[in-house]
């Protein structure tokens, strides 16, 4: 169960709370029936802890089946039950107690009012102090917790922010601008039907990049539609020398994942492999059925090490972390490279405390494709 630094909380709420009691509700005890004020107060005071500690009991027990902002009408719904009928049951035992040890001295003088008044009275007045109990404990909670999500918020757009950065300077850096105008030169001179394709598909790639600048979250078949055009460059640019194999069930191509997820991996892949025609790299992204995407690719590294600041997979790390997702697991054999995603359910609950994600689904951003896709 979670702990809570409420000791100054429970002392000064308790304090105040008796206090208050006493002097608008239990005067009438002390000056009308004649009861010892000090009596009165021991009394109200053990009901008030009482209240208090079971009250903050069901508190924490229905925070840890329900947290989050994202689950705060759930949490007050169960809330109001579970108080409710604890507060029922303080009540009856409160009036069962002073009656049946006379707690007030009265003897067999009969009450000023019917017995249902009594317990109806108890109830209200023990349903009272739960209410301001459980309404100090759930504001300072959402308070806290929308604090704790506006920051993991931000640190999301950074790393979104920073994810998209490496991306673009990923395709803007001198050597890819070199490279595609290479291979758009040779193309003019040999096949300029060719040639229009990948000015085409580099125009996409650049439009893909542009446009989920400001999306947390974009669909599995949008990525893999992106892929299909960044591929075909990779392709013109290596040949056979690398291939792409897309195996994904196809009730997943509609559950989400960060943006520009693939074509990191895909670029890491290339940027750290040999790439040749004799040795072709293969990459293979693919799902399972508990909805993880798997991309791997045979190992194959460089003699030299290529420089690299590791930003990408450190920041879809990051992102999923952010997500409150599952881990991403990152596994390395002798001769095989895999990178495990969790797909994220497009009704998944729209939370924008917690993320600030946009769930509509994006339009397919990249009609045709050079690559022939297989569903698994």
């Known amino acids: 169960m979670e702990k809570l630094n409420d000791k100054w909380l429970r002392i000064g709420g ?47 027990l229905v925070r840890k089946k329900f947290p989050g902002i994202q689950n705060t009408r759930k949490r007050i719904i169960n809330l109001g039950i579970y108080v409710t009928a604890a507060t029922l049951a303080i009540s009856l035992l409160k009036v069962e107690f002073i009656s049946g040890v006379d707690f007030y001295n009265m003897g067999e003088t009969p009450s000023d009012h019917p017995v249902i008044f009594e317990y109806l009275y108890s109830f209200g007045m023990n349903m009272f102090y739960a209410l301001i109990i459980t309404g100090i404990y759930e504001s300072l909670y959402f308070f806290h917790q929308w604090k704790k999500s506006f920051s993991e918020m931000e640190q999301l757009r950074k790393a979104n922010l920073q994810s998209q950065f490496e991306s673009l300077k990923n395709q803007v850096n001198p ?3 070199f490279n595609s105008l290479n291979t758009l030169s040779s193309l003019v001179e040999e ?11 580099l125009s996409r790639v ?10 947390e979250l974009t669909t599995l078949n949008a990525e893999l539609e992106f892929i299909q055009a ?4 990779l392709q013109t640019r290596f040949g056979n020398g690398v291939k792409l194999v897309v195996e994904v069930l ?3 191509r509609e559950f989400l994942i960060p943006p520009l997820t693939l074509q990191i991996l895909v670029e890491n892949a290339v940027k750290h492999n040999v790439v040749s025609s004799t040795r072709p790299l293969i990459i ?13 690719n045979n190992l194959q590294k460089k003699a030299q090490s290529v420089p690299s600041s590791g930003m990408g997979l450190a920041n879809i790390t990051s992102k999923y972390k952010l997500l409150n997702q599952s881990e991403v697991i990152i596994q390395t054999t002798k001769e095989n490279f895999q990178v495990k995603l969790p797909l994220m359910s497009p009704q998944m609950p729209y939370d924008p405390f917690s993320t600030g994600l946009s769930l509509k689904k994006d339009p397919a951003i990249i009609p045709n494709s050079p690559i022939q896709l297989k569903n698994a």
């Open 191 to 201: 096949d300029k039907d060719k040639a229009v394709h990948f000015i085409a598909e």
């Open 230 to 233: 960044y591929y075909f460059l």
């Open 14 to 60: 308790i304090t105040v709370l008796n206090l208050f009691l006493n002097i608008f509700f239990y005067l009438d005890l002390v000056h009308i029936k004649h009861i010892p004020f000090l009596k009165v107060f021991l009394l109200s005071t053990a009901y008030v802890i009482i209240s208090w500690e079971v009250t903050r009991f069901i508190i924490l």
């Open 250 to 252: 196809p009730s997943f």
């Open 175 to 177: 050597h890819f601008l």
């Open 206 to 215: 650049y439009r893909y990049l542009l446009q989920t600048n400001e999306k």
């Open 284 to 296: 293979r992204i693919h799902t399972d059925a508990l909805g993880n995407l798997m991309v791997d």
